[in-house]
């Protein structure tokens, strides 16, 4: 039922009792889902706008100008309730939702990426939940060819209950082809096309109550969708076709809300009012009442604005790719959202009330108690013994068993495959871009600020290594329950951090989605923060491009950036148990500066390698560097007051690893920020000293521990 | 000289295939939706990869009773090559055009890699630009790819060098290891008796260019173009 609350102010502003169909079509339309209600204040902090940016937040999927005409459509959200429910449909349903978003804007969808976080794999539910989300992933992306370039997975007790699912999807066009959500003109017709409508999904963005669905069947129902990717793919290139011939004027998908919600937020958008006759909609079961019609979140539907002389000709688009479809209303020029059902108006709401009178808060929040630091662990007794468990962290260890599930060359555009610091694709002969994913949960509980500012420092050091420039961001705010003043204080401070690092990049954040109340009731535990985020550069083709790996023995590597010695909310620390000793490492102030001397670095044409640092420190970041050549590395010069376990894990931002057989020509581009040569790329075994230690791992012991997740999961 | 490409619901190849063919390999292509049906003018076609109806029932299954196949058995039996990749092979199996099954992969999951495949013979309209034994790299990606065949099929195979690409290492040794799919014989590709229909797992179309990693691919679709010149 409607919040107290909120039902006064719409009795207030209707002048009378709201009716059920009414009532469902505010319950959906005013959720935190579907509102930002909670949210909307602190996301506005954010810096939307750019040179680039065509179009930023508030549509489906926001728009970039690219080059030779080319636009960037990019759009990221979560399906995390749903997959913990329905692991495998929640997955798959969540790729096909983000996959309308982008062709919404008129744009092809080219690749995919997906942050993932799990409970840890000793438990045969969480094993499952693994397995299912990833195989739902690839049963709806490989099939409607979107290729997953890029993605993150990180494992953490906390996700037990709840595991994230997170995706971001990137579509290109020509300027001239993109469209919004901003309905045109009076008197053009809507015509929903897609698959027919059921029950499913009903109260996907609220729930739905007895009263108001009228049925108890519905209720009995899972109220996740089911994903039909072969239907997707047909959607995609009807809405293409449609497009390109000039048919759509406006278009939304049909997601949260279903009809109701992609027919009011449209018109709404263009100033005008709608008519919605619901029984015009292909139904694919009997007696289906007008609140069902209206909210059912069935999936692969589209709406689309078309002029009256254009519905026959978008109507045999929709009979040339075997889609259901009908006009199903008309855009008006009053300022009502009516429905009409078997010949009577069962709604007329006024449409800017429903569409924008949810009224946004912010809500208490609370710094939480000063944390009490667990003492620190001792340093280890065996140092390599301590690299060899972090490195076999399924954190850390290779995520191959994924990513082979995945098709991610379909296109042909793909010149960086996953595995490496980010995904890279081919756009024009001389331009790609370059594409990464991801946050770090742990930081952002011990420091939510830094969290937040990590989240984006983290993904910009990962297209710099690529020699791309960060163009925009997106981003997945999952939390927990923002009615506690702990969590949206989280929640704050990590928006914040976004925000700020974002500015400081000059990086415009242009969309992304909010998922709350990420509280598992089975385990009593509310995720760790997850300011999960997408980041896109630009590539520049015509210079070579640095593996993440070492390829050329000889050559110099040397280390960018300072390394500090907060272990708090390191893999280490992880490894040892130790989650609440410490402080997490703050973000450099010159971490701009150290960002955009990498990206000079590789523009320069003289590395053969490149990667950004991160989970693990330096010792992990050597190590996966070390994939078929070794590497010889004196760490004396840079241990100043360092402890060896700090100076080998410790995650500082801004730090990234080069190799070139060139070192002095570096020496210029590199004048304003600290770096050091550490060693050379040397055999096969990987030889580390410090001040009182010395290590060496041969390759075998190095490729153990990099498979150590692939080795389980096909164990 | 005219290329069909097939476009079934949920083939997603196909725009692939048609850049392959036209701005790199430089020969005339054009996709054909399903329900066209008539494939009068064209001197070739290709299958591509991808979905069909989802691979809803089987891999394939559909796709292989629809009248449009009807036209590429035709254009078949006239001598003319017919190409199918990944999805596409499994259509052509399904349609009979092609022997043998392709089943779900003996690990049972979707495998997307680069592989390396051994050409065993130059003497279809489609390897002539290869050389016998030469070892090339092309990336896979299917579920549906494990190579079954009966016995006597498989003799036939073999006797009548009816094996065109097989999966082996860097070196060109057929080993377990680098048998992706579980496929007898690390069977990747196979020729139909005439030797004008190729069935093959891997993407020809994904190695076409430098860029992408390998453009060991191009010379298939330019064997194929030149078939065309030559006989047509």
């Given at each position: 039922?409607?919040?107290?609350?909120?039902?006064?102010?719409?009795?207030?502003?209707?002048g009378r009792e709201p009716n059920l169909v009414e009532q469902g079509c505010f319950l959906n339309l005013w959720s935190e889902h579907c509102s930002y209600r909670s949210s909307?204040?602190?996301?506005?902090?954010?810096?939307?706008?750019?040179?680039?940016?065509?179009?930023?937040p508030g549509d489906d999927a926001a728009v970039l100008k690219f080059e030779d005409g080319y636009v960037l459509s990019i759009a990221m959200e979560s399906h995390n309730h749903?997959?913990?429910?329905?692991?495998?449909?929640?997955?798959?349903?969540?790729?096909?939702?983000?996959?309308?978003?982008?062709?919404?804007?008129?744009?092809?969808?080219?690749?995919?990426?997906?942050?993932?976080?799990?409970?840890?794999?000793?438990?045969?539910?969480?094993?499952?939940?693994?397995?299912?989300?990833?195989?739902?992933?690839?049963?709806?992306?490989?099939?409607?060819?979107?290729?997953?370039?890029?993605?993150?997975?990180?494992?953490?007790?906390?996700?037990?209950?709840?595991?994230?699912?997170?995706?971001?999807?990137?579509?290109?066009?020509?300027?001239?082809?993109?469209?919004?959500?901003?309905?045109?003109?009076?008197?053009?017709?809507?015509?929903?096309?897609?698959?027919?409508?059921?029950k499913d999904g009903l109260g996907g963005a609220s729930f739905a109550s007895r009263d108001l669905s009228e049925s108890a069947e519905a209720n009995d129902r899972p109220s996740?969708?089911?994903?039909?990717?072969?239907?997707?793919?047909?959607?995609?290139?009807?809405?293409?076709?449609?497009?390109?011939?000039?048919?759509?004027?406006?278009?939304?998908?049909?997601?949260?809300?279903?009809?109701?919600?992609?027919?009011?937020?449209?018109?709404?958008?263009?100033?005008?009012?709608?008519?919605?006759?619901?029984?015009?909609?292909?139904?694919?079961?009997?007696?289906?009442?007008?609140?069902?019609?209206?909210?059912?979140?069935?999936?692969?539907?589209?709406?689309?604005?078309?002029?009256?002389?254009?519905?026959?000709?978008?109507?045999?688009?929709?009979?040339?790719?075997?889609?259901?479809?009908?006009?199903?209303?008309?855009?008006?020029?009053?300022?009502?959202?009516?429905?009409?059902?078997?010949?009577?108006?069962?709604?007329?709401?006024?449409?800017?009330?429903?569409?924008?009178?949810?009224?946004?808060?912010?809500?208490?929040?609370?710094?939480?108690?000063?944390?009490?630091?667990?003492?620190?662990?001792?340093?280890?007794?065996?140092?390599?013994?301590?690299?060899?468990?972090?490195?076999?962290?399924?954190?850390?260890?290779?995520?191959?068993?994924?990513?082979?599930?995945?098709?991610?060359?379909?296109?042909?555009?793909?010149?960086?495959?996953?595995?490496?610091?980010?995904?890279?694709?081919?756009?024009?002969?001389?331009?790609?871009?370059?594409?990464?994913?991801?946050?770090?949960?742990?930081?952002?509980?011990?420091?939510?600020?830094?969290?937040?500012?990590?989240?984006?420092?983290?993904?910009?050091?990962?297209?710099?290594?690529?020699?791309?420039?960060?163009?925009?961001?997106?981003?997945?705010?999952?939390?927990?329950?923002?009615?506690?003043?702990?969590?949206?204080?989280?929640?704050?401070?990590?928006?914040?951090?976004?925000?700020?690092?974002?500015?400081?990049?000059?990086?415009?954040?242009?969309?992304?989605?909010?998922?709350?109340?990420?509280?598992?009731?089975?385990?009593?535990?509310?995720?760790?923060?997850?300011?999960?985020?997408?980041?896109?550069?630009?590539?520049?083709?015509?210079?070579?491009?640095?593996?993440?790996?070492?390829?050329?023995?000889?050559?110099?590597?040397?280390?960018?950036?300072?390394?500090?010695?907060?272990?708090?909310?390191?893999?280490?620390?992880?490894?040892?148990?130790?989650?609440?000793?410490?402080?997490?490492?703050?973000?450099?102030?010159?971490?701009?500066?150290?960002?955009?001397?990498?990206?000079?670095?590789?523009?320069?044409?003289?590395?053969?390698?490149?990667?950004?640092?991160?989970?693990?420190?330096?010792?992990?970041?050597?190590?996966?560097?070390?994939?078929?050549?070794?590497?010889?590395?004196?760490?004396?010069?840079?241990?100043?007051?360092?402890?060896?376990?700090?100076?080998?894990?410790?995650?500082?931002?801004?730090?990234?690893?080069?190799?070139?057989?060139?070192?002095?020509?570096?020496?210029?581009?590199?004048?304003?920020?600290?770096?050091?040569?550490?060693?050379?790329?040397?055999?096969?075994?990987?030889?580390?000293?410090?001040?009182?230690?010395?290590?060496?791992?041969?390759?075998?012991?190095?490729?153990?521990?990099?498979?150590?997740?692939?080795?389980?999961?096909?164990? | 000289?005219?290329?069909?490409?097939?476009?079934?619901?949920?083939?997603?190849?196909?725009?692939?295939?048609?850049?392959?063919?036209?701005?790199?390999?430089?020969?005339?292509?054009?996709?054909?939706?399903?329900?066209?049906?008539?494939?009068?003018?064209?001197?070739?076609?290709?299958?591509?990869?991808?979905?069909?109806?989802?691979?809803?029932?089987?891999?394939?299954?559909?796709?292989?009773?629809?009248?449009?196949?009807?036209?590429?058995?035709?254009?078949?039996?006239?001598?003319?090559?017919?190409?199918?990749?990944?999805?596409?092979?499994?259509?052509?199996?399904?349609?009979?055009?092609?022997?043998?099954?392709?089943?779900?992969?003996?690990?049972?999951?979707?495998?997307?890699?680069?592989?390396?495949?051994?050409?065993?013979?130059?003497?279809?309209?489609?390897?002539?630009?290869?050389?016998?034994?030469?070892?090339?790299?092309?990336?896979?990606?299917?579920?549906?790819?494990?190579?079954?065949?009966?016995?006597?099929?498989?003799?036939?195979?073999?006797?009548?060098?009816?094996?065109?690409?097989?999966?082996?290492?860097?070196?060109?040794?057929?080993?377990?290891?680098?048998?992706?799919?579980?496929?007898?014989?690390?069977?990747?590709?196979?020729?139909?008796?005439?030797?004008?229909?190729?069935?093959?797992?891997?993407?020809?179309?994904?190695?076409?260019?430098?860029?992408?990693?390998?453009?060991?691919?191009?010379?298939?679709?330019?064997?194929?173009?030149?078939?065309?010149?030559?006989?047509?």
């Amino acid at each position: 039922m409607l919040p107290e609350e909120d039902l006064k102010i719409i009795k207030k502003e209707l002048g009378r009792e709201p009716n059920l169909v009414e009532q469902g079509c505010f319950l959906n339309l005013w959720s935190e889902h579907c509102s930002y209600r909670s949210s909307a204040p602190l996301l506005k902090t954010f810096t939307t706008t750019g040179e680039n940016v065509l179009i930023g937040p508030g549509d489906d999927a926001a728009v970039l100008k690219f080059e030779d005409g080319y636009v960037l459509s990019i759009a990221m959200e979560s399906h995390n309730h749903p997959s913990y429910v329905d692991p495998y449909n929640g997955a798959a349903t969540g790729v096909g939702g983000i996959v309308r978003d982008v062709i919404s804007m008129g744009a092809r969808p080219i690749a995919l990426m997906d942050p993932l976080y799990f409970g840890p794999l000793d438990t045969p539910k969480n094993l499952f939940l693994f397995e299912q989300i990833i195989k739902g992933i690839a049963g709806y992306g490989n099939c409607i060819g979107v290729p997953v370039v890029n993605g993150e997975t990180l494992f953490d007790r906390q996700y037990s209950g709840n595991p994230l699912v997170n995706v971001v999807c990137v579509g290109l066009c020509k300027e001239e082809d993109v469209i919004t959500s901003i309905a045109k003109k009076a008197g053009n017709k809507l015509v929903l096309a897609g698959s027919s409508t059921g029950k499913d999904g009903l109260g996907g963005a609220s729930f739905a109550s007895r009263d108001l669905s009228e049925s108890a069947e519905a209720n009995d129902r899972p109220s996740v969708q089911v994903g039909d990717p072969y239907t997707e793919k047909l959607v995609i290139e009807m809405t293409l076709e449609a497009t390109e011939k000039g048919y759509v004027k406006s278009c939304r998908d049909l997601g949260a809300a279903g009809l109701g919600g992609a027919s009011s937020e449209m018109a709404a958008k263009g100033g005008l009012g709608a008519r919605i006759i619901a029984d015009a909609v292909p139904q694919r079961e009997p007696d289906m009442n007008a609140y069902e019609i209206l909210l059912a979140e069935s999936q692969e539907r589209m709406l689309f604005e078309v002029a009256p002389e254009d519905v026959d000709a978008v109507l045999a688009l929709v009979e040339k790719y075997d889609l259901n479809g009908a006009v199903v209303g008309e855009l008006t020029e009053e300022s009502n959202y009516k429905i009409e059902f078997r010949g009577e108006n069962v709604a007329t709401i006024p449409i800017a009330l429903l569409t924008e009178g949810a009224p946004t808060f912010e809500r208490p929040s609370k710094a939480p108690e000063a944390r009490e630091e667990s003492s620190k662990p001792e340093s280890p007794a065996d140092l390599k013994q301590a690299l060899l468990t972090v490195l076999s962290s399924y954190n850390i260890a290779s995520k191959e068993w994924i990513y082979r599930q995945y098709d991610h060359q379909v296109q042909l555009r793909t010149t960086v495959l996953p595995g490496e610091d980010s995904g890279v694709l081919k756009i024009t002969d001389k331009k790609g871009i370059a594409l990464s994913c991801g946050c770090q949960p742990r930081v952002t509980l011990l420091d939510p600020y830094a969290g937040g500012k990590t989240a984006i420092v983290e993904n910009a050091m990962n297209l710099a290594v690529k020699g791309a420039e960060g163009l925009a961001i997106v981003n997945c705010l999952n939390f927990g329950n923002p009615e506690r003043p702990e969590i949206y204080w989280q929640f704050k401070q990590a928006v914040l951090g976004l925000g700020d690092a974002a500015r400081e990049l000059e990086i415009p954040v242009v969309g992304g989605n909010v998922s709350l109340y990420n509280e598992s009731d089975e385990f009593g535990t509310a995720i760790p923060p997850t300011p999960s985020i997408g980041m896109i550069g630009k590539v520049d083709l015509e210079i070579p491009l640095p593996s993440s790996f070492f390829t050329k023995a000889g050559d110099s590597i040397v280390l960018i950036g300072e390394t500090t010695s907060e272990l708090g909310a390191s893999e280490y620390y992880s490894c040892l148990g130790a989650t609440e000793a410490g402080k997490a490492p703050a973000v450099p102030e010159n971490a701009p500066k150290l960002i955009k001397a990498v990206i000079k670095a590789v523009k320069s044409g003289k590395l053969s390698s490149a990667h950004d640092l991160s989970l693990g420190g330096l010792a992990a970041g050597l190590a996966r560097m070390c994939k078929t050549l070794g590497a010889k590395v004196d760490l004396n010069e840079i241990s100043g007051d360092l402890q060896a376990e700090e100076l080998l894990f410790a995650e500082t931002p801004a730090r990234a690893l080069l190799a070139t057989s060139e070192p002095e020509a570096l020496q210029e581009i590199l004048k304003d920020v600290p770096y050091t040569v550490i060693g050379t790329v040397n055999g096969d075994a990987l030889e580390i000293k410090g001040k009182d230690f010395e290590m060496a791992l041969s390759p075998e012991e190095l490729t153990t521990a990099y498979e150590s997740l692939n080795d389980f999961m096909m164990g | 000289m005219k290329i069909a490409i097939i476009q079934f619901g949920g083939t997603n190849c196909d725009m692939d295939v048609l850049h392959v063919l036209k701005e790199v390999v430089g020969v005339d292509a054009e996709t054909i939706w399903y329900k066209e049906e008539d494939l009068t003018g064209f001197d070739g076609v290709v299958v591509p990869g991808g979905f069909s109806y989802g691979d809803y029932l089987r891999a394939g299954a559909i796709a292989a009773r629809t009248p449009i196949m009807d036209s590429v058995k035709k254009l078949a039996a006239e001598g003319k090559p017919v190409l199918g990749i990944c999805n596409g092979f499994q259509v052509l199996t399904e349609a009979g055009l092609l022997n043998g099954a392709l089943t779900t992969n003996e690990y049972p999951k979707f495998r997307c890699h680069w592989s390396y495949l051994r050409v065993e013979t130059t003497d279809t309209p489609f390897t002539s630009k290869f050389r016998k034994e030469e070892v090339v790299r092309m990336p896979i990606a299917h579920m549906e790819g494990q190579f079954y065949a009966e016995e006597a099929t498989l003799a036939d195979l073999d006797e009548n060098e009816r094996v065109v690409f097989r999966y082996v290492d860097e070196a060109g040794k057929v080993t377990d290891e680098v048998n992706p799919n579980g496929s007898l014989e690390n069977i990747a590709g196979i020729v139909n008796g005439s030797r004008n229909v190729l069935g093959l797992m891997p993407h020809p179309e994904r190695a076409s260019e430098a860029v992408l990693g390998s453009d060991d691919g191009r010379r298939l679709f330019e064997s194929m173009a030149d078939y065309i010149t030559e006989k047509f």
